[in-house]
């Protein structure tokens, strides 16, 4: 079956509006439903707004594939696929409903379930863009074989729309579990928890895990016999409902209620708990995505998460003079100017919203 829903193309016309930008050297904020704004910079800029260009070109549900315009909600796409018994791995958030394929791939935004069935980035086999001077590329999949060594399309996911303006995303899907159930084991400590996860995962067909409120919320899935078998081996208690993982996805949880900054730790799923800084965390990805609410300084934060293989991202709540994402090392600094350079050599795209414009200036 391949469906196809007509809409708008306004390719064309935002390809012009890129182009002339970038003739009068112009920066252009790129936006859409702009729910993930918190997850970088504030750009000022004049607006480029693609909400517009939405839709399903392509739907081929016996290839496990879909192709849709940037500006297509998450949500609306998600409704698509269910009616198929199909799903985006990914678990995407939904932000209200305001969330975008294009954002969510620009941001390479994944859900609980991003260590066991992968990330955003991972689902993409193609885009088409505009680049930094107005003209439109496609790359991946049956369209173009990537160049230079690069896996091009997966470049734009986290690039926050740095490298180009995303105009058609096509992306992997899978078939939705047979069966789901929630398991909560209660844990003394988050010690406790990742040890365990560390010794039994291997044996459970797990799709998400966190801590929080010395409780382990595991999502066990596959089929009816294989979860009712996972669920007798992990032991706890079976969860009457399972909006605990859309409250974790879309950061409703109470833990996320709080007015103290909110970092992003991305560390080793085994790293220790103890942090030496005060604050609270909550335990996702199975201890490899670390929600922190602390007021300890950025730099302290930092080196613990350098110290232990990670990074830190301040993504709410920031203080005006911290940086979200943490600084590039000279070499990794080095190779994301010359892709900038290579897509968008007037840097005229979201400059500064992905790491501030002083820090990628040639020196």
Excluded at 6 to 22: F, K, N, Y
Excluded at 51 to 63: K, L
Excluded at 191 to 218: D, F, I, R, V
Aim: charged share 15%; net charge negative; glycine share 10%.
């Amino acid at each position: 079956m391949n469906t196809k829903i007509a809409d708008q193309d306004l390719g064309a016309s935002l390809a012009e509006q890129v182009g002339v930008a970038a003739a009068e050297r112009r920066p252009l904020a790129i936006t859409a439903g702009n729910s993930k704004a918190f997850m970088g910079h504030p750009v000022d800029a004049d607006t480029l707004d693609i909400s517009g260009h939405s839709g399903v070109i392509s739907y081929q549900p016996d290839e496990l594939v879909v192709t849709v315009r940037a500006g297509t909600t998450v949500a609306e796409l998600q409704q698509l696929l269910i009616e198929h018994n199909q799903h985006l791995p990914f678990d995407p958030p939904h932000y209200d409903g305001r969330a975008t394929i294009g954002g969510t791939i620009g941001c390479n935004a994944s859900g609980p379930s991003r260590p066991y069935l992968g990330a955003a980035r991972d689902f993409v086999l193609g885009v088409t863009l505009i680049n930094g001077l107005g003209q439109t590329c496609r790359f991946g999949g049956e369209v173009m074989k990537n160049v230079a060594g690069y896996d091009v399309s997966r470049l734009m996911a986290g690039a926050m729309g740095t490298l180009g303006v995303l105009l058609d995303i096509s992306l992997k899907v899978l078939p939705k579990p047979g069966f789901e159930q929630t398991r909560i084991l209660k844990m003394p400590d988050a010690a406790s928890a990742l040890q365990w996860l560390g010794q039994q995962s291997g044996a459970l067909p797990l799709t998400a895990a966190c801590y929080t409120n010395q409780a382990l919320y595991l999502r066990l899935s596959g089929s009816k016999a294989g979860v009712s078998q996972a669920a007798q081996y992990s032991g706890g208690e079976s969860s009457a409902s399972d909006s605990f993982w859309e409250q974790l996805r879309e950061q409703q949880l109470g833990f996320f209620n709080d007015p103290r900054p909110l970092w992003r730790l991305s560390v080793a799923a085994m790293t220790g708990t103890d942090t030496d800084i005060p604050g609270d965390i909550l335990y996702d990805w199975g201890g490899a995505q670390r929600w922190f609410l602390s007021d300890a300084s950025a730099a302290d934060i930092r080196t613990w998460a350098g110290r232990h293989g990670g990074h830190a991202s301040c993504l709410r709540n920031r203080p005006t003079d911290v940086s979200v994402h943490q600084s590039l090392a000279p070499g990794l600094q080095t190779l994301h100017r010359s892709l900038q350079q290579s897509f968008d050599p007037h840097h005229i795209l979201n400059p500064g919203r992905l790491y501030p414009e002083s820090e990628h200036k040639q020196p």
